[in-house]
């Protein structure tokens, strides 16, 4: 099965948990998403029959979806369906706002951490086309990647960012910083990944 159903909260394991918002996948709204950033080849009917849903854990309070894509067809979702240029538009599009919101997180990074740029180490998990890892490092951050993509990765190899296909590549690595923009949202299992994150993180590290 490409969707899996969550029975329980996917960041601290507790089985209970609160519906906070439920829309079905076939309204016109959400197919006219899902034609305006997956080509014509996504596979709609593993959608059938589901709803888009929204929990509330009522430990750890963290929201989180019903259903999800497991990781073989999330790798597949970015490879074969999301439309690049689509995806590509969006970085391309940047203006001089977005960028200095780059910059005001990488400042806040350096003043936080009361190091220089290099010689600071950071990890981006999800980092798509590497817009803001290839940022931080011309603001001379050291820096690494984490993509499930083969196609993205090897956009980041061309433009000289170092790129991993997962976590498991670098458990023996250490960085002062480990950063995420819309990633932590989609992964399968954040428990087991922020176990991982906890070995490769120094002591008084940052997770953002």
């Known amino acids: 099965m490409s969707l899996i159903k969550r029975k329980k909260c996917p960041l601290c394991n507790y089985s209970n948990y609160r519906k906070i918002f439920s829309y079905n996948y076939d309204e016109t709204k959400i197919k006219s998403f899902i034609k305006k950033h997956f080509n014509s080849q996504f596979p709609l009917k593993i959608l059938e029959g589901k709803n888009y849903e929204i929990n509330e854990c009522n430990l750890c309070k963290i929201l989180f979806q019903t259903y999800i894509f497991n990781d073989k067809f999330q790798k597949k979702l970015y490879e074969n369906y999301v439309i690049e240029e689509v995806s590509k538009n969006k970085k391309i599009n940047f203006n001089t706002l977005n960028f200095?919101?780059?910059?005001?997180?990488?400042?806040?990074?350096?003043?936080?951490?009361?190091k220089k740029p290099k010689d600071i180490k950071i990890l981006e998990i999800g980092a798509g086309w590497g817009y803001w890892a290839l940022f931080a490092k011309t603001c001379n951050f050291r820096v690494e990647t984490v993509e499930a993509s083969k196609t993205r990765q090897n956009f980041m190899k061309k433009n000289n960012l170092v790129s991993y296909s997962n976590l498991k590549k670098i458990i023996n690595k250490k960085f002062d910083v480990v950063y995420m923009d819309q990633t932590f949202e989609h992964l399968q299992s954040p428990h087991d990944t922020l176990k991982i994150i906890s070995k490769i993180l120094r002591k008084k590290g940052l997770l953002i």
């Open 100 to 114: 200095q919101t780059y910059l005001n997180e990488l400042r806040s990074i350096e003043n936080t951490l009361q």
